[in-house]
C-alpha cells in the first residue's frame, strides 16, 4: 500500500506545450524501435524540438489503418464462402449439406476458434463456426500485433484475423456471425441455439474467449491503441521512454505495472481504493521499485488527448478533486471476464469464471473441447490461443474417430 508521501506526489512531469508538441511528434510519440528501420516502417522523425522528451525516437507506429486494412468497427469479410459448404479442393460430391448440423460445432471466432476450424475443416469434417456478435475476437480492438509469428514487420489485428477468418473459409468452414445463446450438452447430438436457429454437432469447441473490462469513459475508447491498452504483455514494447499509468489494484495491475517499468520511464499506479486487492508480496515488489509511484484512492476520470494519449484527469477519491496530469500512455488492469455465461450450468467453471479444462483441451463432457482465453488466464496471447485451437481440433478429430463418428480415412496427415 502507498505511504502518504505517494498520495501527495504529484504526477510530475511538466506538461509540453501542447502545439509544440503535437508538432514535433505527430505520430503521437509512440514509437518502437525496429532494429534501425530496415523494415520500412518509415522514416524515424526528428527528436522533439522542445528537448522536453525523454524518448529515444525510432521509427515511428503507424496507428491509422493501411489503405487495404477494415476498419476497426467493420464486420470482416467474407471472401471464399463455398455454396455446398464443401471443403474446398477437397472430395465434395455437390450435395447440400445440412446448414445447421456438422461434426464440429465452434463457438468463438478470435484466434483460438479460427485455428480450430482451419485444422477442422482441413481433416473434412466440415465446421460450422458461431463467430460471435462482434467476430474476430479481441485482436479487433487492438492496432499493432507485433508478436505473432510470421509477421515480421507486425499487422494489425483486424488485419490478422480477416487473414485467419479468410483461411479457415478457404478450406470449407461455414462462418455465421451470431453469438450462440444457449447449450444443451447433456445428450448428443450437442444442441446449440443462436438467435433462434438450433445447430447440432457431434463435438463443440467452445473458444468464447475472455472480455477485457474498461473503465466505461468515451475518451478511453476513442484512444485504444492510441496509448490506452489492456494487455502489457502485447503493448508495453510501445512505451519505451514513457512516463505511464496502470489502473487497477489486483495482482494483475501490480503485475503490468512491474512489467512496463522495463520500457517505461515511470509507472504511475492508480487505484481508486485505499488498500489492494492484490497479495502482499506484489504490493511490496511494486513499493520497492523505484520506477513506480503509487497513488491510491486515486481514479481516472477522463483520458486527455485527440490523436494520442498526452494526459489523464485524476479525482482524488477522499477530497473529491480533479485535476489533469501529463501522461503518455494508460493501461487498464482491472480484470477480464471469461465469456462463460451460457455454458456455467453445463461445463465446470473454475472460481474466476473461466471453464476447467482436463487433458489439455477437454471438458467433463466427452466430446465437447475447450480452447483458448476462456479457460487460459495464464497466458492470454494471440499465439497460445491459436496453438489451443488446433489441440482441440486435433483432440476433437480423434474423439470423433473412437466414436466411429468421422472415418479414420478422413483423417488427415495434419
Ligand atoms: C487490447 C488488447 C490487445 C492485445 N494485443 C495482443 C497482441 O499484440 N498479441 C497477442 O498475442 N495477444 C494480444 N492480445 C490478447 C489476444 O487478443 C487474446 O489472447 C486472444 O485474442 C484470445 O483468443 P481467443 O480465441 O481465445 O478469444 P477471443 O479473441 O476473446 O475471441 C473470442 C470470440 O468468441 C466470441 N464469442 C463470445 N461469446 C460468444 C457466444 N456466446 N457465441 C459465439 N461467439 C462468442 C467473441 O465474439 C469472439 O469473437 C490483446 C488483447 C487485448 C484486449
Known amino acids: 500500500?502507498?505511504?502518504d508521501s505517494n498520495q501527495s506526489t504529484p504526477l510530475e512531469k511538466p506538461p509540453a506545450a501542447p502545439d509544440q508538441a503535437a508538432a514535433a511528434d505527430p505520430f503521437g510519440g509512440l514509437t518502437?524501435?525496429?532494429?534501425g528501420g530496415a523494415n520500412g516502417a518509415g522514416e524515424a522523425p526528428a527528436p522533439a524540438a522542445n528537448g522536453s522528451s525523454p524518448i529515444d525516437f525510432g521509427a515511428p507506429i503507424a496507428f491509422g489503418p493501411p489503405a487495404n486494412a477494415p476498419p476497426a468497427d467493420a464486420p470482416l469479410s467474407t471472401p471464399m464462402r463455398p455454396k455446398t459448404?464443401?471443403?474446398?479442393?477437397?472430395?465434395?460430391?455437390?450435395?447440400?449439406?445440412?446448414?445447421?448440423?456438422?461434426?464440429?460445432?465452434?463457438?468463438?471466432?478470435?484466434?483460438?476458434?479460427?485455428?480450430?476450424?482451419?485444422?477442422?475443416a482441413r481433416a473434412n469434417l466440415e465446421p460450422i463456426v458461431l463467430a460471435g456478435a462482434v467476430p474476430g475476437g479481441q485482436l479487433m480492438i487492438t492496432s499493432d500485433v507485433e508478436n505473432y509469428p510470421g509477421f515480421p514487420d507486425g499487422i494489425l489485428g483486424p488485419e490478422l484475423m480477416g487473414k485467419f477468418r479468410e483461411q479457415a473459409e478457404r478450406f470449407g468452414t461455414r462462418i455465421v456471425d451470431v453469438d450462440a445463446d444457449r447449450v444443451d450438452f447433456s445428450q448428443r447430438p450437442f444442441r446449440v441455439w443462436a438467435r433462434g436457429t438450433e445447430y447440432r454437432a457431434d463435438s463443440v469447441i467452445v473458444a468464447t474467449g475472455a472480455s477485457a473490462l474498461w473503465l466505461g469513459l468515451e475518451s478511453e475508447t476513442r484512444l485504444r491503441g492510441r496509448g490506452v491498452s489492456a494487455c502489457a504483455t502485447c503493448d508495453g514494447f510501445f512505451f519505451k521512454g514513457k512516463e505511464i499509468a496502470v489502473v487497477g489494484g489486483?495482482?494483475?495491475?501490480?503485475?503490468?505495472?512491474t512489467y512496463l517499468t522495463r520500457f517505461a520511464t515511470k509507472v504511475h499506479l492508480l487505484h481508486r481504493r485505499e488498500s489492494f486487492r492484490a497479495s502482499k508480496i506484489m504490493v511490496d515488489r511494486a513499493i520497492a521499485n523505484p520506477k513506480i509511484e503509487i497513488h491510491t484512492n486515486t481514479a481516472v476520470d477522463e483520458v486527455l488527448g485527440g490523436a494520442k494519449v498526452e494526459g489523464l484527469r485524476i479525482r482524488d477519491m477522499v477530497s473529491d478533486t480533479t485535476r489533469e496530469v501529463p501522461m503518455e500512455g494508460l493501461f487498464i488492469a482491472i480484470g477480464y471476464r471469461p465469456n462463460t455465461e451460457i455454458f456455467k450450468e453445463?461445463?465446470?467453471?473454475?472460481?474466476?469464471?473461466?471453464?476447467?479444462?482436463?487433458?489439455?483441451?477437454?471438458?467433463?463432457?466427452?466430446?465437447?473441447?475447450?480452447?483458448?482465453?476462456?479457460?487460459?488466464?495464464?497466458y492470454r496471447q494471440a499465439v497460445t490461443a491459436a496453438a489451443d485451437g488446433c489441440k482441440a481440433a486435433i483432440d476433437a478429430e480423434r474423439w470423433l474417430e473412437s466414436e466411429g463418428i468421422s472415418e479414420a480415412a478422413t483423417a488427415t496427415a495434419w
Open 85 to 120: 459448404g464443401g471443403p474446398v479442393g477437397g472430395p465434395d460430391d455437390g450435395a447440400e449439406r445440412d446448414e445447421h448440423r456438422t461434426k464440429v460445432l465452434i463457438i468463438g471466432s478470435g484466434p483460438s476458434g479460427l485455428t480450430a476450424a482451419i485444422y477442422a
Open 32 to 35: 518502437i524501435d525496429f532494429g
Open 250 to 257: 489486483g495482482d494483475t495491475a501490480l503485475e503490468e505495472a
Open 1 to 3: 500500500m502507498a505511504d
Open 346 to 378: 453445463q461445463l465446470e467453471v473454475d472460481d474466476k469464471g473461466y471453464l476447467v479444462v482436463h487433458d489439455e483441451t477437454g471438458s467433463k463432457i466427452d466430446g465437447v473441447f475447450i480452447a483458448g482465453d476462456v479457460h487460459d488466464h495464464r
